[in-house]
């Protein structure tokens, strides 16, 4: 079991029930016929301002669909992933009214004394990472190819990088080995030597499940919750080996201010 993650509640949308249960006593009764994809939608969002006062960032609309939904139908249109587990947070209930009862949720009850590290702690420790999955930020809005290609790319462990858009400061960066592996992950890597720009979308099979775990259990094991999730990564690739997919130029956007959510709208205001 992972630590900092006990007391994780996981229950079918709608919920119909306030109990807690142990991690995997839930997840046990779902048959896993596909594979799972985890999106990561615990945090407020609070550079957004008062966008996200009263609302998850998950929740907010683009082009008349919330970044959540749009997820969600992306998901429905591949048709090679199940069952979808939100791990949710801030106003989680407000999330558990916004989708239907397909959807299954992980509760991230210390949201807000810990960064997204905690998050995939508490899909890890209820069962979820265990025979490998798909993994979304709950605020990455995309074009339904960039999923296609990922699910359909040759390397079973990939993350999805864009090496087209110019990155700055604020960018989560990879860099390659001579192997064309992925070496390292950070912000403060150089753009000049940096391959691209990690997008917040990832696929990992069972032994990159377990090596991911082993990561995430020794992080979290040092208290390190102030950590971002590539922390995690960044250990696993020194022994597992996880490859970029790339964008190919399609559209994608990570919403993190309203300059993002302005320029969201203005790149799928055409659907």
Same mark, same amino acid.
């Given at each position: ?17 306030? =109990? ?16 799972? +994809? ?5 945090g407020r969002g609070?550079?957004?301002? #008062? ?10 609309? +683009?082009?008349? @669909?919330?970044?959540? /939904? ?11 992933? @199940?069952?979808? +587990? ?6 989680? #209930? ?8 397909l959807i299954l ?16 702690? $508490? !899909? ?9 999955? $798909? ?5 990455? *809005?995309?074009? $339904? ?15 999805? *990088? ?7 400061? #604020?960018?989560?960066?990879? #860099?390659?080995?001579? =192997? ?13 030597? !940096? ?26 094991? /040092? ?14 690739? @020194? *022994?597992?080996? +996880? ?11 990570? $919403? ?5 959510? /302005? ?9």
């Open positions: 079991m992972l630590p900092q993650t006990k007391g994780i509640r996981s229950s079918r949308f709608p919920r119909t029930t306030d =109990a807690w249960v142990f991690p995997g006593d839930f997840t046990m009764k779902i048959k896993k016929t596909k594979t799972p +994809v985890v999106i990561l939608a615990a609070s550079r957004l301002g #008062e966008l996200t006062e009263d609302k998850p960032k998950c929740l907010l609309e +683009v082009a008349g @669909s919330t970044m959540l /939904e749009r997820q969600i139908a992306a998901i429905k249109a591949v048709k090679k992933l @199940s069952p979808v +587990v939100v791990v949710t947070g801030f106003k989680h #209930e407000l999330v558990t009214d916004a989708v239907d009862d949720e992980c509760y991230n009850r210390g949201w807000d004394k810990a960064n997204n590290i905690a998050s995939l702690g $508490v !899909a890890a420790d209820a069962g979820w990472l265990d025979d490998g999955f $798909v993994l979304f930020n709950a605020d990455v *809005v995309f074009k $339904v190819e960039i999923l296609e290609d990922l699910l359909s790319f040759e390397r079973p462990c990939a993350l999805v *990088v864009d090496n087209v858009q110019r990155m700055g400061e #604020e960018e989560m960066k990879v #860099e390659l080995d001579t =192997a064309g592996r992925i070496a390292k992950i950070a912000k403060t890597l150089d753009p000049a030597t !940096a391959a691209g720009e990690y997008t917040g979308l990832a696929k990992f099979d069972k032994t990159g499940a377990a090596a991911l775990k082993n990561a995430l259990a020794l992080l979290l094991g /040092e208290g390190r919750l102030g950590e971002w999730y590539e922390a995690a990564f960044q250990i696993m690739f @020194s *022994v597992h080996d +996880v490859y970029p997919c790339y964008t190919k130029g399609r559209h994608w956007i990570e $919403v993190d201010t309203p300059e993002d959510l /302005e320029q969201a709208n203005m790149l799928f205001g055409g659907r």
